[in-house]
Nanobody, 122 residues
Framework: QWQLAESGGGLVQPGGSLRLSCAAS????????IGWFRQAPGKEREKVSC????????DYVDSVKGRFTISRDNAKKLVYLEMNSLKPEDTAVYYC???????????????WGKGTLVTVSS
């Protein structure tokens, strides 16, 4: 069974940093473009960032530009979201998603992870 799994979430103070990871089981993650999405309480899920299959194309929502960095290590079959200068409004469940088309922005979602909670609070 193909699955995505996020890790690295937690509680951090405003201005702090976290690095989220997205790993796959049963699927070759390096074949897919990967997107990070988030859903805050009472809000719709929004796209945060994406990276193409090759890693040469990335995209970010305006609210995280300059603070978040997406990267991938295809040898390790991992995708990362480095989050710096975190703000309370970044509090959300963060999900990774995979698109077999391999392009960023994503065209469609083939797989979702179950999410990891990021809480930014003092």
């Amino acid at each position: 069974q193909w699955q995505l799994a996020e890790s690295g979430g937690g509680l951090v103070q405003p201005g702090g940093s976290l690095r989220l990871s997205c790993a796959a089981s049963g699927v070759a993650l390096d074949y897919y473009a990967i997107g990070w999405f988030r859903q805050a309480p009472g809000k719709e899920r929004e796209k945060v960032s994406c990276i193409s299959r090759s890693g040469d194309s990335t995209d970010y929502v305006d609210s995280v530009k300059g603070r978040f960095t997406i990267s991938r290590d295809n040898a390790k079959k991992l995708v990362y979201l480095e989050m710096n200068s975190l703000k309370p409004e970044d509090t959300a469940v963060y999900y990774c998603a995979a698109d077999i088309m391999g392009l960023c922005p994503l065209r469609a979602i083939n797989f979702w992870g179950k999410g990891t909670l990021v809480t930014v609070s003092s």
